[in-house]
């Protein structure tokens, strides 16, 4: 893909220069090569990068803390990429995903008439007739939106969250940059292609989507309230949704006091073991019963009500794992709790995507040596979190690609892990697994489920077997009429015909140069006589014109010469 192809698509030419500066302030300029994105930065920029090969205030920090700080320079979306890649360690080493975690999403926020004016807009209703009182001053304030405190007529506290102007814009050519940086990445740096960027964008476009639209964060948080309706232990905000639109929510106030500050819960006279058991057993019972749960359930996100009572916030980040994934999860727990390290095995290998450099028995071998060193060691001894790294580690390794939600399922597993022993070092996770274990076990064999199961399987057999004739028939008809026909991509023979055509480019530019400078030594030679006079005619100053058209000729030539020069060493990176 050619820059000129890249500019006409996306019209960004600044953004994209602004990309290439900044990898290049920090370190990358070979990435920038190699990608071809070298026009995009100015020539001194280019030429002090190429000499010193170091990062402009960042010389001493690891490619990871550099790469980090690019992501925070360029802004909301790279940070929310990072955000998003700081939880896929199946894919980035750990260095990079501790690193990105630490990127930071906020900014100054927006003044209150510019809030006040989307607010109207948004509710066609004067920001009075919605609330009996508003705080100018915002308590939170990201890259997306910030958060205002407000009262509603009827009297209930509620929060505000309101969409900055212009971020869906901003957010959508910066998700066709990243596209088109995706496909280029796979195309020349092969070391990067097993992280699969143009998935990660893909998935990264889906993510945002979700951020940027309110509604279904509202959603979200309604069909939490409705899942739990039945747990006095837990609470999600009320959503007012006659205040929620794609760039605005009004939800319920929840005043407790948040988990991140233990010291107040203690001294609210809060019983720890009951809180320690609510949380437990709260999260796992989205984790192995739901299959829809809460993805950031770090502790500023949970408050307490009570002993034995929760209250969860914001759920702009949510997953979601089918009923397949989830029994698996379930069984591969209650496996590794009964020593089954052949089962573990097969169902994690069951679980992941193997690609095709996968050594599946290597990957067998290595995760059952995980297994048996970590087995047997006490639960309040083991570092759930270290154990985890080191299995999606051993699953990157072996090229394997686990389903995001899963991944994104075993992170919110670990936080809560390590959050509980604070509250309760007593507090046996194995027990509580097992429990809930054995309630999914019990469902596989639940007779409603089988029939459930079966009658879905057997749909879809008749569904397929009803379309089969008319598909064959279809088939048929485009093999008659000359219509069928097979496309075949060679991925691997894209980089040699790009390298053939810049070669057969550069000839010809050659050839060019060749042909001016010989055309231009013949006019130069035909206009002189045997004693060596010019015998075409002069023009002002006594110049003969055979000189200047040679002397335009010669230029030309140099001209084309030093550029068909300049581009090859540009693009060896001499």
């Known amino acids: 893909m050619s820059i000129l192809k890249i500019t006409r698509a996306y019209g960004n030419v600044k953004r994209m220069q602004q990309i290439a500066l900044t990898l290049a302030r920090h370190g990358f300029s070979h990435f920038i090569g190699k990608l071809g994105l070298l026009d995009f930065v100015p020539g001194f920029t280019r030429m002090k990068s190429a000499m010193t090969g170091e990062a402009e205030g960042s010389a001493n920090h690891s490619a990871a803390v550099r790469m980090k700080m690019v992501l925070q320079d360029l802004g909301a979306s790279s940070i929310k990429l990072g955000q998003l890649l700081a939880t896929r360690t199946d894919l980035i080493p750990q260095d990079y995903a501790v690193a990105f975690?630490?990127?930071?999403?906020?900014?100054?926020?927006?003044?209150?008439?510019?809030?006040?004016?989307?607010?109207?807009?948004?509710?066609?209703?004067?920001?009075?007739?919605?609330?009996?009182?508003?705080?100018?001053?915002?308590?939170?304030?990201?890259?997306?939106?910030?958060?205002?405190?407000?009262?509603?007529?009827?009297?209930?506290?509620?929060?505000?969250?309101?969409?900055?102007?212009?971020?869906?814009?901003?957010?959508?050519?910066?998700?066709?940059?990243?596209?088109?940086?995706?496909?280029?990445?796979?195309?020349?740096?092969?070391?990067?292609?097993?992280?699969?960027?143009?998935?990660?964008?893909?998935?990264?476009?889906?993510?945002?989507?979700?951020?940027?639209?309110?509604?279904?964060?509202?959603?979200?948080?309604?069909?939490?309230?409705?899942?739990?309706?039945?747990?006095?232990?837990?609470?999600?905000?009320?959503?007012?949704?006659?205040?929620?639109?794609?760039?605005?929510?009004?939800?319920?106030?929840?005043?407790?006091?948040r988990l991140s500050d233990t010291e107040k819960v203690k001294a609210a006279g809060t019983d720890m073991v009951k809180l320690a058991d609510t949380v437990g057993k709260v999260f796992l019972r989205q984790f192995l019963m739901t299959g829809i749960f809460h993805a950031d359930p770090h502790p500023g996100n949970i408050f307490v009500l009570g002993d034995s009572q929760i209250a969860l916030i914001d759920f702009g980040q949510t997953g979601r794992v089918s009923d397949d994934i989830r029994r698996k999860l379930a069984m591969m727990l209650l496996a590794l709790r009964s020593g089954e390290t052949d089962m573990i095995v097969d169902i994690a290998a069951d679980i992941g995507a193997f690609s095709e450099n996968t050594d599946i028995r290597a990957f067998r071998s290595e995760l059952a040596t995980l297994v048996d060193r970590y087995y047997g060691v006490p639960i309040e001894r083991l570092n759930i979190g270290q154990v985890f790294q080191e299995a999606l580690s051993t699953a990157r390794e072996n090229g394997i690609i686990l389903p995001r939600d899963f991944v994104i399922l075993c992170k919110a597993f670990v936080t809560i892990m390590s959050v509980i022993p604070k509250l309760d070092p007593e507090w046996r996770a194995d027990e509580a697994v097992a429990v809930f274990g054995k309630e999914v076990v019990m469902d596989l064999a639940n007779p409603k489920a089988f029939i459930k199961d079966a009658g879905l399987y057997l749909y879809r057999v008749i569904s397929l077997l009803r379309q089969a004739p008319e598909d064959m028939r279809d088939l048929v008809q485009k093999a008659r009429s000359g219509h069928l026909g097979f496309q075949m991509e060679l991925k691997n023979l894209r980089p040699i015909l790009m390298m053939a055509e810049i070669a057969a480019d550069r000839l010809t530019m050659g050839i060019i140069v060749g042909a001016i400078t010989i055309g231009s030594s013949i006019v130069l030679a035909a206009g002189r006589d045997a004693l060596g006079r010019f015998t075409m005619p002069y023009l002002g100053w006594d110049i003969p014109l055979s000189a200047i058209v040679a002397s335009v000729g010669f230029v030309c030539a140099s001209m084309m010469g030093l550029w068909i020069a300049w581009g090859i060493i540009r693009k060896s990176n001499l």
């Open 101 to 257: 975690a630490s990127l930071q999403d906020s900014v100054e926020p927006l003044g209150y008439g510019e809030i006040k004016n989307v607010i109207e807009k948004n509710l066609g209703r004067p920001l009075d007739e919605i609330f009996l009182d508003f705080e100018e001053k915002a308590i939170a304030s990201g890259s997306i939106g910030q958060v205002h405190y407000a009262r509603l007529h009827d009297g209930k506290k509620v929060v505000v969250k309101v969409k900055r102007p212009g971020t869906d814009r901003l957010v959508r050519e910066d998700l066709d940059l990243l596209a088109t940086i995706a496909q280029l990445v796979e195309d020349h740096l092969p070391e990067l292609r097993s992280i699969r960027p143009r998935v990660v964008v893909e998935e990264f476009a889906k993510c945002m989507e979700r951020e940027l639209d309110f509604v279904g964060e509202a959603a979200f948080t309604d069909k939490f309230s409705k899942m739990f309706e039945d747990d006095p232990s837990v609470k999600a905000p009320e959503v007012f949704w006659d205040y929620v639109t794609r760039d605005t929510l009004v939800l319920e106030r929840i005043e407790g006091i």
